[in-house]
C-alpha cells in the first residue's frame, strides 16, 4: 500500500470508531504511529488526488507494489527508480520516456499539495 492508502484506510477507520464510542476515542498506540508516520511523509494530502494518481498509473502497466513504490520514494529519474525498485530494471518492462512520464505524473500530483 501506499502511504496515500495506508493515511486514508487509517483515518477512516479513526473516524468510525469516533462515531462509534461517541466522541473522541484514543486509538491503539501502533494504529497512532502508523496515521503519524502516513501523514508525516505523505506527500500528497488531498485523498481525491491520491486516488486519481493512483487509478492513473495503474493503466501504464505498473503492478501495484511498484505504484506504491515509486509513489511513496519519488525518485528523481528513471535510473533511481530503477535502482529503488528492481522489477523496473528488467529489459521489459518501461521504456526510459515511459518510466519517466510516470516520475513526471507523480511529481505534479505531489506539487499540486
Avoid: N, W
Amino acid at each position: 500500500m501506499s502511504l496515500p492508502e495506508v493515511r486514508a484506510l487509517l483515518d477512516a477507520r479513526r473516524r468510525e470508531r469516533e462515531a462509534a464510542e461517541g466522541g473522541a476515542a484514543a486509538a491503539p498506540p501502533l494504529v497512532a504511529k502508523a496515521l503519524a508516520y502516513a501523514e508525516r511523509f505523505d506527500a500528497i494530502r488531498s485523498s481525491v488526488r491520491a486516488d486519481q494518481l493512483l487509478t492513473g498509473l495503474q493503466g501504464r502497466g505498473l503492478t501495484h507494489v511498484e505504484i506504491a513504490s515509486l509513489v511513496d520514494l519519488a525518485p528523481a529519474t528513471p535510473d533511481e527508480a530503477r535502482a529503488l525498485v528492481g522489477t523496473l530494471a528488467a529489459p521489459d518492462r518501461l521504456t526510459e520516456g515511459e518510466l519517466q512520464a510516470v516520475l513526471d505524473e507523480i511529481a505534479t500530483y505531489k506539487a499540486l499539495d
